[in-house]
């Protein structure tokens, strides 16, 4: 009997979309209870239902090329399957790089929710949304039209070719966008720690805060493994490339980053049914009820602004900055919980901070 490991590939493939879908469930029905569903949230559906056609076009692919068997076993594919095969290949190019934009998209948004009105900061996430909306919707473009006429990206592979097509190089077309996914990966991940790096937190805190806002890291090594894999192909050092979960690995990368932009959702969910075990750190209330406000980036303290003056209760609201040749600015940066013990936040903590300018 031919060993193959193919059951286990779609398998991948099957699973991982399975858990970015539970993920996503999690996040929107947490984000509804709390009645905090925004922009961020709707980048991550849309995010999603690539993902989910990514899975399928993949799932088709794997079987059509005899993915997870090794190469000396493989047979020769007859021009019916490789023609639907190479458009199958195709389709995954053009899926694939919108998820992660998306996903970081709703990064970007969820950063900017946060309130942090230092410049430096508020600039970085400007810039580096545009660029990361910039490189989705190049890629996207890009995508399909690798061959002029498009046709002729799967057609090449037809005893007579069609005649004045074109193609670009298809090996740098592929390192260059795989390796732009691990740098945007990298700048997304350190805003947040930079975010976290001024504030007076005490060290379980900031460690709490900063995993939370950095569980991405996964994605940037798997990122780094998908690179490898593609390295590896187009110079032909992997010998074996068929066998194993290489060419499942873009399908578990794209999965990977919306689970984790969904995990602190995750946690809310569970402490809807599990209190005692997911509570907030803190475990106390008399820090004041804290939650997002509906304006688009703004946070507000509920339980202070009716007792405070107008003026105190700016103060109270975030990174004001309204003085930027201030030392230092009074600053509550708030990831915090609602009043109602199911309606806490994805990170159930409170952090009051000093950020100094």
């Known amino acids: 009997m031919v060993e193959n490991m193919q059951a286990q590939v779609l398998a991948a493939v099957v699973v991982f979309p399975i ?23 709707t980048l991550c559906i849309i995010g999603w239902a690539f993902a989910v056609s990514y899975a399928v076009v993949e799932y088709t692919w794997i079987k059509m ?14 021009l019916e399957e490789t023609i639907p095969a190479t458009r199958d290949s195709l ?31 508020k600039w970085a996430l400007y810039i580096f ?6 490189h989705m919707v190049s890629v996207f473009i890009a995508a399909p039209f690798q061959c002029i006429p498009v046709s002729a990206y799967w057609n090449r592979y037809r005893p007579v070719p069609p005649d004045d097509f074109q193609c670009i190089d298809e090996k740098a077309f592929s390192l260059i966008t795989a390796g732009l996914a691990i740098l945007t990966d990298v700048v997304v991940l350190l805003i947040p720690m930079a975010m976290l790096w001024n504030l007076q937190l005490n060290l379980r805190k900031k460690v709490v805060v900063g995993i939370a806002l950095s569980l991405g890291w996964v994605v940037t090594i798997i990122s780094a493994i998908r690179f490898k894999v593609f390295y590896d192909f187009w110079m032909g050092l992997d010998n074996d490339g068929t066998y194993g979960y290489n060419q499942a690995i873009s399908g578990i990368e794209i999965n990977v980053a919306l689970i984790t932009c969904c995990a602190p959702a995750l946690k809310a969910m569970m402490t809807l049914f599990m209190p005692r075990f997911f509570g907030t750190i803190n475990g106390s209330r008399r820090h004041g009820e804290v939650s997002y406000s509906r304006e688009p980036y703004a946070m507000q303290d509920r339980s202070h602004s009716k007792s405070k003056p107008q003026s105190q209760r700016e103060n109270m609201s975030g990174l004001h900055g309204r003085d930027d040749d201030a030392k230092s600015q009074e600053a509550i940066v708030k990831i915090g919980r609602r009043s109602d013990r199911c309606h806490q936040d994805e990170y159930g903590i409170s952090l009051h901070a000093v950020v100094r300018s």
């Open 19 to 41: 858990l970015g879908t539970v993920s996503l469930a999690a996040r929107v029905a947490t984000r509804l209870w709390m009645k905090q569903f925004y922009w961020d949230d």
């Open 65 to 78: 090329n005899w993915f997870g068997y090794h190469l000396v076993d493989i047979p020769k594919l007859s």
């Open 91 to 121: 389709a995954q190019q053009v899926l694939y790089n919108p998820v992660l934009g998306l996903v970081k998209a709703s990064m970007v948004v969820f950063y900017l929710r946060l309130g942090d009105q230092r410049r430096a900061i």
């Open 129 to 134: 949304g545009a660029i990361n909306i910039g």
